[in-house]
């Protein structure tokens, strides 16, 4: 596992010129950041709202909030940080004085404190369980998954959340290995991948297990779920003329913040301030190439 001091150092916030500026913070503004993190974007929004603004921080990842208490250990009470799925922002908003919501932020994407710990099981490039929770107080694990769900389950899960191409031929293999053992590592189920799908799929640009270790993740956490959930809490608790940005690293996401956007548009409830999707410029993909997918959204509640 990477040190935690090592994942501030690490951690960089995707868009955060311009998401910070999308924004349009002022002093005194109270802001929820429903993925904290490392506390990257948190730590700016602290610093734009100065001096008595206040940051409502949500992240599932234990690690990640001792990352960020000490990141913005500096602001004091203006930090307000809990392990919590941000889909319950109205409740944890109701039972605090928090007052109201001037802004809100969903940046989609997950640390690298969690892709790159081996025991976390997110990604294929290391060898470890098949875990993939964002919140280790869950049941459910891509090992569940993927040793208990139907052959039809499985290929609508890659099809749904990964768009895999080979989705019922990767999940027809996946039954068939589990019959002779059960599968508990990340490389057992690149394996199995590897030895459903075509040798040009297995030479392309894209790693083969990409998608497929998409659409676990996004099973395993209710994640599109998530986002729906949290936009409509937004859509009461945003006060009016507050700002909404939402950064997105998957077509998934950016089609439910783009049509929830649109449908808000059209009923009169909110003002798109993104025709078109913000996206990183060549210099921050060049020095944090994990950004490279990101897209930003950004909307006034009205």
Known sequence: MVAADDSVQRH???LLKETIEGLRLQAGDNVVDCTVGA???????????????????????????????????????RAMLVRENYRNAERVLLSRDFGPVHAALLDLGFSSLAIDDPTRGFSFRFDGP???????????????IVNGWSADEL?????????????????????????RKHLVGTFELV?????????????????????????????????????????????????????LAVISFHSLEDRIAKQFFAEGERAGTWEIL??????????????????RSAKLRLAIKI
């Open 12 to 14: 960089v916030p995707v």
């Open 39 to 77: 506390g990257g974007h948190a730590a700016a929004v602290l610093e734009r709202t100065s001096p008595g603004g206040r940051l409502l921080g949500f992240d599932l990842d234990e690690a990640a909030l001792e990352a960020a208490r000490r990141h913005l250990e500096r602001f004091g009470s």
């Open 130 to 144: 098949l875990d993939m929770r964002f919140d280790d107080r869950d049941e459910l694990t891509a090992a569940a």
């Open 155 to 179: 290929a609508e899960i890659f099809v749904r959340y990964g768009e895999e191409r080979y989705a019922r031929r990767i999940a027809q293999a996946i039954v068939a290995a589990r019959r």
């Open 191 to 243: 394996e199995v991948i590897a030895s459903a799908v075509p040798g040009d799929y297995r030479r392309g640009r894209l790693h083969f297990a990409t998608r497929t270790f998409q659409a676990l993740r996004i099973a395993v956490n209710d994640e599109l779920g998530n986002l729906k959930t949290a936009l409509e809490v937004f859509d009461r608790r945003l006060a009016p003329g507050g700002r």
């Open 274 to 291: 993104t025709k078109k999707p913000i996206t990183p410029g060549p210099e921050e993909e060049a020095a944090n190439p994990r950004a």
